[in-house]
């Protein structure tokens, strides 16, 4: 009945200019508008069908060296697309065909390929149409509607067509390519229309929205043919008018709204004569840097008029001048920084670089209240990590780059603190935000901020009042709202983790097509990358042995491997989940595995390095199992899992993968996990896996790393190949000099690491320390009784 009348609707009102085109389109009625099965295209000889008014198409049209699969306006000079089949596909080659084949579904078909479904439908097709709306339709047997263009909107709605809930307009990535681009625009499951990033679907990230929130469920965004956009509710009531202008209306026009690729909504219109051209009578948004993400990472956003400008950070260049997208690398050598921990002196030659007024996504690992930009900057340059801090109202927030989002916002307070090197030729300390905010006007400004600050001051005590009000109510409101938004999109990633997604391109390119292999582990292969902007060392983790399906727990597991942020841990700085694909991009570790220390002859590090080595692990550990939002038992301690940094410190990596293996971790064996010799009992007996097989680990190795041998050494004399028994014998014999051979080494900080270890790799998970004894044990704070011996519990194994 809507499509009868809209068909009806469109003739006439194309009738003054298409009379000829009507005439032409009622002979082919038959021809265009019921589509048979068995009729096909292709991309050159006859490449489309046309709606009876000939305003729209549905077919072939050209793109990047190929045809692409949509509906495109015809009927006017500039041609336009407004829907693409299968976006994200690859342009097809010209001897490509699209059929609507005798089965009744409508497919891509090339030669020696796979065939490509353009509609998902469940069940056949009887004919298809071609609608004067531009809505290209599929009927069963009884011209009943079983799939529409309509419903899967790309980047433009056109009058008559209604969006849900879902799918989401998505932008295209430019005007001549079709894939989805940067930008999502839709409606929250509570009536609110919203804009934001695709590199950040979280509330936090929404730069427009219509303000309806609450108005319950089921609204529904609607463009009407005379061009009016608005929301109605799930009673049909127009809740909001989102175009708050006019549309023109003089003359007969033909509208569309779309999410053009730089993330502002437009509406448009078009003149039926054959000069006209599209028109926009509403936008969403004015300032063209309130999308985020224009400029790439490490850019920002700056208005020239009322067009976007992108710029680099201090001591940044574009990657490519020509494509903001591309983000800026540094454009200087960062010095080391050789500092180990948190207290001692970084002394590097690195600088600070401040950039004011401007505003990013704030992803810190950490946060502290320092009174001064000073201290911050202190800090940060002390920090290894520190790639950047955010200074603004006594808050000093640690970043790693990338910076993203950025904009300037001149009545933003915001200092941007970036580390950079320094160079022979000396840069300049302060470098000012705008190159309209000269150093002299700064100076001025200060004055004039003297003077404000002077009456503020008097109006604070109220002020101070009404915004703990405001922040209590706003708090409770984003909490309530963070559910809706987290409901739509199943968001488990985003805020809080500063972790980086990756495309697999990207990751090719970092790591120069996967060509330097690192190592093979227990989850896949890893491989040397280096990142470009800022010039970091990876590693990067092809996981070929976990679960390929569930992407959402995928994403649980490396949200949670992202919280974690200590010393002794392995940081993940990113992912990859694209199909069937799933990599990890870790921190590289300059100095290989522990395994390379203590069981080489040349690299075997001192007692003293080895207690300290100890310690860092225990410490590591206790972390994962206590100290984390979410425990973690890693499952699979051992030497070739710690691996050592620069400093020859010694960090943890591959914790919180087990889960990835099989869904439950608690109270199954699997066989892949863990590993022979460093494995505890009860993975043998069926017993409840808990955090007391990382000490059993844990206590294996820490032998090894006592007698700088494998726990399992088949050259050795009968009595010494099993380490653990042989440690045991020697302890009970008194003859533990026998374990270090001739190095000298403290007897009695000897006898108190043995005695840890032999507590460790006690069979009975009870009678083993949690890892917070271990630590007291280890540091000697506490006494530590005689261990029974480890295998007198032994229900033979
Ligand atoms: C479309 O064509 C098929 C066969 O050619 C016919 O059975 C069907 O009734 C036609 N549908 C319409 C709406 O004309
Ligand atoms: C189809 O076209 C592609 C690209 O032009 C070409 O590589 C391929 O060989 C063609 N296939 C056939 C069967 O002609
Ligand atoms: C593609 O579809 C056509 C028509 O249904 C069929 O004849 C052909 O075998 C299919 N090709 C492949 C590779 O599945
Ligand atoms: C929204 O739609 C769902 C599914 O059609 C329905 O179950 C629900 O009752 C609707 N809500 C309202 C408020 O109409
Ligand atoms: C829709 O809006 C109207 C008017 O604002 C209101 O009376 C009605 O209850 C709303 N319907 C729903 C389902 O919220
Ligand atoms: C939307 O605009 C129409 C006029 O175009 C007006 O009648 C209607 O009341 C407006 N609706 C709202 C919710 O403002
Ligand atoms: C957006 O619309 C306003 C009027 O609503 C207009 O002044 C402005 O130039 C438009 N901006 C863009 C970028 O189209
Ligand atoms: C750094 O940037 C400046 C200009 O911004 C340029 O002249 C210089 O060549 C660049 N240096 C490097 C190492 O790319
Ligand atoms: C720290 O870095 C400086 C400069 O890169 C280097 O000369 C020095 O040897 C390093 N110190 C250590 C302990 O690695």
């Not at 509570?190 to 990033?197: A, C, I, K, T, Y």
């Not at 896949?524 to 042995?545: E, H, M, P, Q, W």
């Not at 410490?619 to 425990?631: N, P, S, V």
């Not at 293996?661 to 896996?689: M, S």
Request: a negative charge; hydrophobic letters at 35%; proline letters at 5%.
């Amino acid at each position: 009945m809507a499509n009868a009348t809209t068909i009806i609707f469109l003739i006439i009102l194309f009738a003054p200019l298409f009379q000829t085109v009507r005439v032409q389109a009622q002979q082919q009625t038959q021809k265009h508008s019921n589509i048979s099965l068995g009729s096909s295209l292709t991309p050159i000889t006859n490449p489309s069908w046309l709606s009876p008014s000939r305003l729209y198409a549905f077919g072939f049209y050209p793109e990047r060296n190929g045809y692409l699969v949509g509906v495109f306006i015809v009927g006017i000079p500039e041609k336009t697309v407004v829907w693409t089949a299968n976006r994200g596909n690859p342009p097809v080659p010209g001897n490509a065909t699209l059929a609507l084949t005798s089965e009744g579904s409508l497919i891509l078909q090339q030669p020696q390929t796979q065939n490509i479904s353009i509609a998902g439908i469940t069940q056949p097709a009887s004919s298809a149409s071609m609608l004067d709306s531009g809505n290209f339709v599929l009927y069963d047997s009884n011209h009943k509607i079983i799939w529409q263009s309509f419903d899967s909107a790309t980047d433009t709605l056109l009058p008559g067509q209604i969006l849900l809930s879902v799918p989401d307009l998505i932008s295209s990535v430019s005007e001549t390519d079709h894939s989805t681009g940067n930008y999502r625009f839709g409606l929250l499951p509570d009536g609110n229309l919203v804009s934001l990033p695709q590199s950040g679907i979280a509330l936090q990230y929404v730069y427009w929205q219509s303000g309806t929130t609450g108005s319950g469920d089921n609204c529904t965004l609607n463009l009407d043919v005379d061009g009016h956009l608005y929301i109605l509710n799930a009673t049909g009531n127009n809740i909001h008018n989102v175009t708050d202008a006019e549309p023109p209306t003089k003359e007969a026009k033909i509208y569309m709204v779309r999410l053009d690729v730089d993330g502002i909504v437009r509406a448009y219109s078009h003149t039926l004569d054959s000069n006209g051209k599209w028109s926009i009578w509403w936008n969403s948004t004015m300032n063209k840097c309130d999308p985020l993400g224009q400029c790439g990472f490490n850019g920002f956003c700056v208005l020239r008029d009322t067009n976007a400008d992108c710029k680099c950070i201090p001591g940044f260049t574009y990657v490519n001048p020509g494509n903001w997208a591309s983000g800026c690398v540094r454009n200087f050598t960062i010095e080391s920084c050789n500092k180990t921990g948190g207290d001692g002196n970084g002394n590097t030659r690195n600088i600070i670089t401040a950039l004011q007024n401007t505003v990013w996504d704030e992803s810190s690992y950490s946060t502290l209240q320092l009174s001064s930009r000073q201290e911050c900057e202190d800090v940060c340059l002390q920090d290894c990590n520190c790639e950047v801090a955010l200074y603004k109202d006594g808050q000093c927030k640690k970043q790693r780059l990338p910076l993203r989002y950025g904009k300037r916002n001149l009545d933003d307070t915001n200092v941007a603190l970036i580390k950079v090197g320094t160079s022979d030729e000396p840069i300049t300390k302060a470098i000012p935000g705008a190159q309209d905010n000269p150093p002299m006007k700064a100076k001025k400004k200060l004055h004039v901020d003297i003077l404000i600050i002077g009456i503020s001051l008097s109006a604070l005590g109220l002020m101070v009042l009404a915004i703990s009000g405001v922040l209590v109510y706003k708090n409770h409101v984003f909490l309530a709202y963070k559910k809706i938004v987290d409901e739509k999109w199943n968001l488990e990633l985003g805020e809080e983790v500063a972790l980086r997604t990756f495309t697999l391109a990207e990751l090719e390119q970092v790591t120069n097509g996967f060509k330097e292999e690192l190592g093979r582990g227990a989850f896949g292969t890893v491989f040397k990358g280096i990142i470009s902007y800022n010039s970091k060392d990876v590693a990067v983790k092809r996981l070929d042995k976990v679960l390929t399906e569930g992407e959402r727990e995928f994403q649980t597991e490396i949200k949670v491997i992202g919280r974690t942020h200590h010393r002794n841990l392995v940081h993940l700085i990113g992912y990859c989940l694209e199909g069937p694909h799933r990599l990890l991009v870790y921190e590289y570790m300059r100095n290989g595995s522990l395994a390379d220390f203590i069981f080489t002859l040349e690299n075997r590090p001192s007692w003293q390095e080895r207690i300290g080595i100890a310690l860092d692990v225990a410490r590591g550990i206790l972390y994962l199992h206590e100290e984390c939002e979410t425990q973690i038992i890693h499952c699979d301690i051992k030497p070739q899992n710690i691996l050592m940094d620069e400093h020859r410190r010694a960090k943890i990596s591959d914790f919180g993968l087990a889960k990835l293996l099989k869904p439950d971790q608690t109270n199954t064996f699997t066989a892949i996990r863990g590993t022979r010799g460093y494995v505890a009992p009860e993975w043998h007996r069926k017993l409840p896996v808990t955090v007391k097989v990382d000490v059993y680990s844990f206590g294996v190795m820490l032998l090894e790393i006592i007698c700088c041998r494998k726990c399992l050494e088949l050259s050795l004399s009968e009595e010494e190949i099993i380490l653990q028994e042989w440690v045991y014998d020697c302890f009970e014999a008194n003859e533990l000099g026998k374990l270090v051979g001739d190095e000298e080494v403290d007897k009695r900080k000897l006898e108190r690491m043995v005695k840890v270890g032999l507590w460790c790799i006690q069979d009975e998970p009870s009678l083993r320390p949690l890892m917070k004894k271990v630590m007291l044990m280890l540091e000697g704070t506490v006494d530590i009784p005689v261990p029974p011996n480890p295998t007198s519990f032994l229900s033979a194994i």
